[in-house]
Structure formats: structure tokens, C-alpha cells
T-cell receptor, first 113, second 112 residues
Framework: KQEVTQIPAALSVPEGENLVLNCSFTDSAIYNLQWFRQDPGKGLTSLLLIQSSQREQTSGRLNASLDKSSGRSTLYIAASQPGDSATYLCAVTSGRSQGNLIFGKGTKLSVKP | DVKVTQSSRYLVKRTGEKVFLECVQDMDHENMFWYRQDPGLGLRLIYFSYDVKMKEKGDIPEGYSVSREKKERFSLILESASTNQTSMYLC???????????FGNGTRLTVT
């Protein structure tokens, strides 16, 4: 059964730092991997989706990489800002049906001014 | 911009009541989902629908049912609410295959 792990559970950094969030999954037979952001008390916002045939995706200051063979993905955030403070979740789709989307429990990021 | 709207942000119900949570999306998405999110347990899929009148059970369907009579609307029904159904409920939608999920803002349900 697919399991998704995000370490650390919480991270605090000073403003301006570049940082990396980690996501690992146990079964490399994934269809895609998504990164989401969740603000307190709100729903999830999709940040990036990487298809299984891709190695990375970029959006603004965010860059997500995927290494299927090792079961790892990273989310790189450049020049962090206090507004980046949120919980970041990754999720993998095992099989073509998105009903098979498995979420990690997230990394809570705090960027201090 | 995709919009997924959940009818209530906060809801307080009594044990044994029948509860309806409504979700509407405006992007003609085929797929719609209901998740619940609990501290320490993360997001868990309750039900998934890939077309009108079609549904699949997720990881924790017990105590819940769903209805999808129109493409844009997906309803979650708690037949007889219990205190262990106190949670944050999140609705999402997407196009099929390799498309990101779009979430609503959630409904925080408290059952007393």
C-alpha cells in the first residue's frame, strides 16, 4: 500500500532563505505527484503537478523535482517570504484514477520576518 | 479561475441528525471528491465521483453517503451524525487524468 511521508513536520526559517521541503513515497509506480499549500482553516491550493514522465516543474519561486526511482520529491522555495508561511502537502496518484490520490501529512512552514 | 464552493464554513449539529454538505464547482469537471481532515491523520478520502450518478467508496465511507445528480454538484450526507464525525470536510474537483485538484475552503462540522 502506498505511503507518503513528509519530513520534517515543521520548519522555521528566517525571511530570505532558500529552503527545501521533502516528500517520499514507498511505491514508485505513480501516475503523478502534486504539491499543495494550505493556510490555517482553509482548503488546499494546488501549487505544482509533476507527471510521472517529468523530472521537475517550476512556478515563480517554486521548483518541484521528482525522482521516481528513489521515491522522492522536493519542493524548493527561493527567497522565502513571511507570506509563504503555511502547511505544504504532497500527494501521489497511484494508477490513472485520481481516486487513488494519497496525501502526506504535510510540513508546516513558518517564515520569520 | 476554478471555483469550488462549499455551502457552509461552519456547521453545528446534534447527534442523530441528518446532515447535508453541499459542494458546487464551476469548471465542468468530471471528478469530484469528499475528504475529511483530522489532526494527526491527514486527509482521508470519503467518496469519489467520476461522472454524474457515478461514485466510488474511498478509504472511510462508513456513516456517509453521496449524491451527484448534476455534474457541478456533489453532496455528502451524514445519515445519522455522530460525535466522531466532527471534522473539517473538504470538497475538491478536477478534470480526469493528470490534472490538479481544486479544493473548496472547507466546512468545519461539529457534532454535539
Amino acid at each position: 500500500k502506498q505511503e507518503v511521508t513528509q519530513i520534517p513536520a515543521a520548519l522555521s526559517v528566517p525571511e530570505g532563505e532558500n529552503l527545501v521541503l521533502n516528500c517520499s513515497f514507498t511505491d514508485s509506480a505513480i501516475y503523478n505527484l502534486q504539491w499543495f499549500r494550505q493556510d490555517p482553516g482553509k482548503g488546499l491550493t494546488s501549487l505544482l503537478l509533476i507527471q510521472s514522465s517529468q523530472r521537475e516543474q517550476t512556478s515563480g519561486r517554486l521548483n518541484a523535482s521528482l525522482d521516481k526511482s528513489s521515491g522522492r520529491s522536493t519542493l524548493y522555495i527561493a527567497a522565502s517570504q513571511p507570506g509563504d508561511s503555511a502547511t505544504y502537502l504532497c500527494a501521489v496518484t497511484s494508477g490513472r484514477s485520481q481516486g487513488n490520490l494519497i496525501f502526506g501529512k504535510g510540513t508546516k512552514l513558518s517564515v520569520k520576518p | 479561475d476554478v471555483k469550488v464552493t462549499q455551502s457552509s464554513r461552519y456547521l453545528v449539529k446534534r447527534t442523530g441528525e441528518k446532515v447535508f454538505l453541499e459542494c458546487v464547482q464551476d469548471m465542468d469537471h468530471e471528478n469530484m471528491f469528499w475528504y475529511r481532515q483530522d489532526p494527526g491523520l491527514g486527509l482521508r478520502l470519503i467518496y469519489f465521483s467520476y461522472d454524474v450518478k457515478m461514485k466510488e467508496k474511498g478509504d472511510i465511507p462508513e456513516g456517509y453517503s453521496v449524491s451527484r445528480e448534476k455534474k457541478e454538484r456533489f453532496s455528502l450526507i451524514l445519515e445519522s451524525a455522530s460525535t466522531n464525525q466532527t471534522s473539517m470536510y473538504l470538497c475538491a474537483s478536477s478534470s480526469p487524468y493528470n490534472s490538479p485538484l481544486h479544493f473548496g475552503n472547507g466546512t468545519r462540522l461539529t457534532v454535539t
